[in-house]
């Protein structure tokens, strides 16, 4: 046999050895993806609708419902679309105990989707999600396939070596050795400073291909992948809010949001006498969210929208709208100290210091983790005069989060079926001026959102300047 031929053959088993790699580390890569949560408020009803994780396509769909007190029973009706194509369909029955329902859908590739949820009395929720595929970078690839093709070249120069005449036939599969582990080594040294591809769903829009292969149209760049801010106008119809999201350079809708804090919008409406509505719009459209506002008061609410954006980072936009409604004003909170509210005794202390330490005390610990967190501190102030007009125009509008405590091993976190937190719940904030603030706590018991409201007197000393 002739050097060339030798170098063809040498070849063509290196090209099978990487190919053969490739194979067995896709089979062997660890499964991609996590549940989804993503709260709604879809009518009169507050949900919590939760995507399970799918590893391998095709494959079920779970889709979890969670419902709250005061929840009306009815049906869903669900459907998954991709490429705007529905695929499946499934009903979910709606009970009048609080808990979580469940609908099983099916997916058939990965890719962006969309999961649509209706009430039948209005127009559907839609819920933009990814369901991931398992990648095989390029350097596990070459990792795996040198060595594989290592191991042959291995048993050819021990075959030759055995059966060829002149032993020196067997150098030349053992150079392949040699180039092959090269290769492999390389791969892995360099798999800790090789940049991942952008990422489709956080950086990129996805596409179907690009969440198949991201690595086949990834380019080392100078990119800067984030968004300009978003623009907020807030129309008030027929008992419910109407919300439109633009791009604060083009004008066009805003269709490209992501799940913070396990929802798509977190809307925070402060009525004129001071109550607050903790709402989740749903998505009826590109850049178009709806949301129902229940009994309102007649005036001026407070609006704002925390959200974030694809490549634009969390944004907080701010605005008014003028409500007509018959509902009695709120009365005005009282300070720190025991209350009950909705039937559930609660202790408030505020501890002044630089931060400053908020903590309400609960009857048991039973607390359940709501919108991925232990509880939720909205302050804003300092004002005087009406809550919906002095929180509008307030210097500090703050949204904080009490953690909920970390298990080694668990990699999720916990959705609402975990009822094992408190008593304690507890913040720290740092107050930037002296003042009046209006401050509202919220934690999540027998699938019940209590709402702690309360007024604080922040002196000169306590504040951070």
Same mark, same amino acid.
């Given at each position: ?6 170098? =063809? ?39 919590? =609708? ?41 009903? %979910? ?20 989707? %969309? ?17 991931? *595929?398992?990648? %095989?970078?390029?350097?596990?690839? *070459? ?7 290592? &191991? ?7 075959? %030759? ?12 599969? +053992?150079?392949?050795?040699?180039? *092959? ?10 798999? *800790?400073?090789?940049? #991942? ?16 292969? #991201? ?23 027929? /008992? ?7 791009? +604060? ?15 798509? =919008?977190?809307?925070?409406? =402060?009525? #004129? ?11 009826? +459209? ?12 007649? /005036? ?10 694809? /490549? /634009? ?71 005087? &005069? ?5 929180a509008a125009k307030a210097p500090t509008w703050a949204h904080v989060h009490a953690m909920v405590p970390p298990v080694a091993g668990q990699l999720d976190r916990p959705d ?50």
């Amino acid at each position: 046999m002739g050097s060339k031929p030798k170098a =063809v053959l040498l070849m063509l088993l290196a090209t099978l050895g990487i190919l053969a790699g490739g194979g067995t580390a896709h089979a062997d890569g660890a499964p991609g993806g996590a549940d989804i949560q993503v709260a709604q408020t879809l009518g009169a009803r507050e949900l919590t =609708v939760i995507i399970r994780r799918v590893d391998t396509t095709p494959s079920p769909l779970r889709v979890d419902v969670v419902t709250h007190q005061g929840s009306a029973p009815g049906t869903l009706h669900l459907a998954v679309a991709a490429d705007g194509v529905p695929s499946s369909r499934a009903d %979910v029955v709606l009970g009048a105990t609080p808990g979580v329902y469940a609908g099983n859908l099916q997916v058939g590739k990965p890719g962006p989707w %969309v999961l649509s949820l209706s009430d039948g009395a209005g127009p559907p929720a839609t819920i933009p999600f990814i369901v991931p *595929a398992r990648v %095989v970078p390029p350097w596990e690839k *070459a990792t795996y396939g040198g060595f594989v093709a290592a &191991g042959a070249f291995l048993l050819i120069a021990l075959i %030759v070596g055995a059966w060829a005449r002149r032993t020196a036939y067997a150098l030349i599969p +053992g150079a392949g050795v040699v180039a *092959a582990i090269a290769v492999a080594v390389t791969g892995a040294l360099l798999s *800790a400073s090789t940049p #991942p591809p952008p990422a489709p769903g956080s950086q990129l829009d996805p596409t179907f291909d690009n969440v198949t292969d #991201p690595y086949a149209n990834a380019r080392l760049s100078t990119v800067d992948y984030s968004r300009p801010p978003v623009n907020l106008a807030v129309e008030a119809g027929r /008992g419910e809010l109407e919300l439109r999201l633009t791009d +604060g350079a083009t004008g066009r809708p805003v269709d490209d949001l992501l799940v913070h804090d396990n929802a798509l =919008v977190h809307l925070v409406l =402060v009525s #004129p006498s001071g109550r607050l509505s903790h709402l989740h719009p749903v998505r009826v +459209g590109p850049g178009g969210y709806r949301v129902r506002l229940a009994d309102p008061e007649a /005036g001026t609410y407070a609006v704002a929208a925390e959200l974030a954006r694809r /490549g /634009g980072g969390v944004q907080l936009v701010r605005s008014t709208v003028d409500v007509h409604g018959t509902a009695a004003p709120a009365p005005e909170p009282p300070g720190p100290g025991p209350r009950t509210v909705d039937g559930t005794p609660v202790e408030l202390t505020v501890t002044p210091g630089t931060p400053a330490t908020v903590t309400a005390r609960f009857p048991a610990q039973d607390l359940q983790p709501w919108l991925g967190m232990l509880g939720h501190l909205i302050i804003t102030g300092p004002f005087t &005069g009406a809550a919906g007009e002095g929180a509008a125009k307030a210097p500090t509008w703050a949204h904080v989060h009490a953690m909920v405590p970390p298990v080694a091993g668990q990699l999720d976190r916990p959705d609402e079926t975990v009822a094992a937190y408190g008593p304690d719940v507890s913040f720290t904030y740092t107050f930037a001026e002296p003042g009046r603030y209006r401050i509202w706590l919220q934690a999540e018991r027998g699938y019940h959102v209590l709402t702690v409201p309360a007024v604080v007197d922040i002196p000169a000393t306590g504040a951070g300047r």
